[in-house]
């Protein structure tokens, strides 16, 4: 019996793994783009802008609390790089492209003297944000159990 039905049982496991790879993509998708969402909503405020000679600015950033948007510089340099390991293996990376985006973040030695080791995270509390719909989509994408 196991000699007659080995092509069957190939075609079932193949299949399975294929659905498994696709999935593990299309996870690794979703929650790339809900980290990048995430970690931009963190940026607060809107852009200063100029009406009539005049540049409306907005409050002034609180140490440990997430940058104020000035430009949007930073919002629009948020993105995700995909990588492929191997078999069901998936990851990707989020940051900022600006060489700013470390000092804002980790403050200390990455940011300016004059910034007197002030820091304004944005990316950690996106992270917390994650950690939470992290296990849904991937329940999603892999499978119910």
């Known amino acids: 019996m196991i000699n ?10 193949t299949k399975a793994a ?18 990048i969402q995430l970690t931009k909503e963190e940026i ?3 852009r200063a802008y ?6 409306r600015y907005y409050e002034t ?4 609390e997430p940058p104020q948007n ?8 948020i993105h995700g790089q ?14 900022p492209g600006v060489v700013y985006g470390r000092a804002l973040e980790l403050g200390g030695e990455y940011a300016p003297a004059n910034w007197g080791g002030k820091r304004f995270p944005y990316m950690s509390p996106a992270f917390k944000k994650f950690q939470i719909v992290a296990p849904t989509i991937v329940r999603k994408h892999i499978g119910k159990g």
Not at 18 to 35: I, K, N, P, V
Not at 82 to 95: H, M
Request: proline letters at 0%.
């Open 4 to 13: 007659t039905n080995l092509t069957l049982v190939r075609q079932s496991v």
């Open 18 to 35: 294929t659905s498994f790879d696709q999935g593990a993509a299309a996870a690794r998708d979703e929650m790339m783009m809900t980290l």
């Open 44 to 46: 607060k405020g809107e």
């Open 50 to 55: 100029t009406t009539s000679g005049k540049t």
């Open 61 to 64: 950033a609180t140490d440990g």
């Open 70 to 77: 000035r430009t949007g510089t930073l919002r629009r340099s």
């Open 82 to 95: 995909k990588t492929d390991k191997g078999f069901g293996t998936y990851s990707a990376i989020i940051g």
